[in-house]
């Protein structure tokens, strides 16, 4: 079963509007953290924002900001005031604290990305 | 600066050949990983390691080979055993223990099988 799922495999927004990426997430482990990561045409992959499970409010990055839902299991992407190189793609990703058999491997479970392209 | 390198950057292999994509931090973490990319698709783990001489199989081992003899070092090795060879790799490394593990990537190695 998918443990990451990002429903939107490509995006457009217009330039300086908001836009949000979608993510689900599958776990029935009480520990965990959830994780966006961009990653532009270059390949590289540019750690975003990070929620904690037990976290009581949304993290926010400067412009990035993240919609948790625990309830809904969803964990998505707010990017505000879009630019042109926000242009990537974009992974949600989830660590289980438990259920890797170890709290401390720092396994990485990725979603299938979301490209977003910025209009001028 | 504190980093992480992979090299090469692009790489050519004949079928049946091993190669060996190099990737080294300077970023004092204990653990390291190789994730491996298809187009448009998302990371999947190939291997994993916590601590020196110490490596454990990702969700897609086969064909593949690390070591880590040293904690700034963790090579992966790309075995005439796989079949499928041509893809995108990443390394990846963070500190091992802490509630929040960020992970910090290298540039990647860009493999493909001729």
């Known amino acids: 079963a998918q443990k990451i799922t990002q429903t939107q495999p490509g995006m457009f927004v217009q330039e300086k509007e908001a836009v949000t990426l979608d993510c689900t997430y599958d776990?029935?482990?009480?520990?965990?953290?959830l994780f966006w990561y961009k990653q532009p045409s270059s390949g590289e992959m540019i750690f975003l924002i990070y929620?904690?499970?037990?976290?009581?409010q949304n993290a926010t990055e400067g412009r990035y900001s993240l919609n948790f839902q625990k309830a809904r299991k969803s964990a998505n992407l707010v990017i505000s005031a879009s630019q042109l190189g926000d242009s990537a793609m974009y992974f949600c990703?989830?660590?289980?604290?438990?259920?890797?058999?170890?709290?401390?491997?720092?396994?990485?479970?990725f979603g299938q990305g979301t490209t977003l392209q910025v209009k001028p | 600066d504190g980093g992480i390198t992979q090299s090469p950057k692009y790489l050519f292999r004949k079928e049946g050949q091993n190669v060996t994509l190099s990737c080294e931090q300077n970023?004092?973490?204990?653990?390291m990983y190789w994730y491996r990319q298809d187009p448009g698709q998302g990371l999947r783990l190939i291997y994993y390691?916590?601590?020196?001489?110490?490596?454990q199989k990702g969700d897609i081992a086969e064909g593949y080979s690390v070591s880590r003899e040293k904690k700034e070092s963790f090579p992966l090795t790309v075995t005439s055993a796989q079949k499928n060879p041509t893809a995108f790799y990443l390394c990846?490394?963070?500190?091992?223990?802490?509630?929040?593990?960020?992970?910090?990537f290298g540039p990647g190695t860009r493999l493909t099988v001729l």
């Open positions: 776990t029935s482990d009480p520990s965990y953290g």
């Open positions: 390691s916590q601590i020196v001489n110490d490596f």
């Open positions: 990846a490394s963070s500190f091992a223990s802490g509630v929040y593990n960020e992970q910090f």
């Open positions: 990703a989830m660590r289980e604290f438990l259920n890797s058999g170890s709290s401390n491997t720092g396994k990485l479970i």
């Open positions: 929620q904690g499970s037990y976290d009581q």
């Open positions: 970023l004092n973490h204990d653990a």
